[in-house]
């Protein structure tokens, strides 16, 4: 399946030293649905994204498995070591299978 | 009008606690199944979440874990678990070494107040557990039943 854009907010540093511990900030646009079953509410299937996976430069640096217990709009915060500047590529999976994707470029002096 | 009997009254919770498939036999599923018959060590993991919320739908949660993060000894994965959330396993994060640090923050969900678990794995099998008692003044789930 293709992926998708979707409205996410990635912070980086500007620019960063090889070998620097980089902190990257994440916030996604998502209602995170989890089917809540409640007498007099319309029962709406789950619907998150349970899956991220982060590359840098094509390499797989950071994943992580969200569930219902994520709260609205994900955020998260990991670190990653700066080696060479290049594309840092955010992929969520949605239930239902969309893939949607986002990138960010780290600049490494 | 009818009015309920005291006895009749003190069995409510009991009956609810008795469902099988309740979120503290999943909980306990859940830890096991991480676990795998290892012990964990209480030590070289801090779990940051405040002690009080007003709101369960997002609750700030940080993980810190000492490790080298060099590729024989790094933490491979980080795991945070809510005891009484109806899905006890909220997050799982797989880190490598290229990570530098292990250290993971996220916003929860939380249905009540109850014990938050952070369990780490590292590369050479051992596993550090954190734990921290939350109130939740209003909980994320709708409980009208």
Same mark, same amino acid.
């Given at each position: 399946?293709?992926?998708?854009?979707?409205?996410?907010?990635?912070?980086?540093?500007?620019?960063?030293?090889? @070998?620097? %511990?980089?902190?990257?900030?994440?916030?996604?646009?998502?209602?995170?649905?989890?089917? %809540?079953?409640?007498?007099?509410?319309?029962?709406?299937?789950?619907?998150?994204?349970? *899956?991220?996976?982060?590359?840098?430069? @094509? #390499?797989?640096? $950071?994943?992580?498995?969200?569930?219902? @217990?994520?709260?609205?709009?994900?955020?998260?915060? $990991?670190?990653?070591?700066?080696?060479? *500047?290049?594309?840092?590529?955010? *992929?969520?999976? #949605?239930?239902?299978? *969309?893939?949607?994707?986002?990138?960010?470029?780290?600049? %490494?002096? | 009008?009818?009015?309920?009997s005291r006895r009749a009254v003190l069995a409510v919770p009991l009956a609810a606690a008795a469902?099988?498939? =309740?979120?503290?036999?999943?909980?306990?599923?859940?830890?096991?199944?991480? &676990?795998?018959?290892?012990? +964990?060590?209480? /030590?070289?993991?801090?779990?940051?979440?405040? +002690?009080?919320?007003?709101?369960?739908?997002?609750?700030?949660? =940080?993980?810190?874990?000492?490790? !080298?993060?060099?590729?024989?000894?790094?933490?491979?994965?980080?795991?945070?678990?809510?005891?009484?959330? +109806?899905? !006890? &396993?909220?997050?799982?994060? =797989?880190?490598?070494?290229r990570a530098g640090r292990a250290e993971v923050a996220t916003r929860i969900r939380l249905a009540? =107040?109850?014990?938050?678990?952070?369990?780490? /794995?590292?590369?050479?099998?051992?596993?550090?557990?954190?734990?921290?008692?939350?109130?939740?003044?209003?909980?994320?789930?709708?409980?009208?039943?």
């Amino acid at each position: 399946m293709q992926p998708v854009p979707i409205t996410a907010r990635i912070t980086l540093p500007p620019s960063a030293q090889r @070998g620097e %511990v980089v902190t990257v900030r994440v916030l996604v646009r998502h209602p995170m649905e989890r089917a %809540v079953d409640a007498p007099g509410l319309t029962p709406v299937p789950r619907k998150i994204l349970h *899956t991220l996976r982060v590359t840098y430069s @094509g #390499e797989e640096v $950071f994943r992580m498995a969200l569930s219902p @217990g994520i709260a609205a709009n994900p955020y998260l915060e $990991f670190t990653t070591i700066a080696t060479d *500047t290049g594309d840092l590529v955010f *992929t969520w999976e #949605e239930d239902g299978g *969309t893939i949607y994707r986002r990138e960010a470029r780290l600049v %490494v002096t | 009008m009818t009015t309920l009997s005291r006895r009749a009254v003190l069995a409510v919770p009991l009956a609810a606690a008795a469902v099988p498939g =309740s979120a503290a036999e999943d909980f306990a599923a859940a830890t096991s199944a991480i &676990l795998a018959g290892r012990i +964990p060590a209480e /030590e070289g993991i801090t779990l940051e979440i405040p +002690p009080l919320s007003e709101n369960g739908n997002s609750v700030d949660l =940080s993980v810190r874990v000492n490790s !080298p993060m060099t590729a024989e000894n790094h933490i491979t994965a980080i795991h945070i678990l809510a005891e009484k959330n +109806p899905i !006890p &396993l909220v997050a799982t994060f =797989s880190l490598t070494p290229r990570a530098g640090r292990a250290e993971v923050a996220t916003r929860i969900r939380l249905a009540t =107040s109850q014990t938050i678990v952070a369990i780490a /794995e590292t590369s050479q099998g051992a596993v550090h557990r954190a734990a921290r008692e939350v109130i939740v003044v209003l909980g994320a789930c709708v409980e009208t039943g």
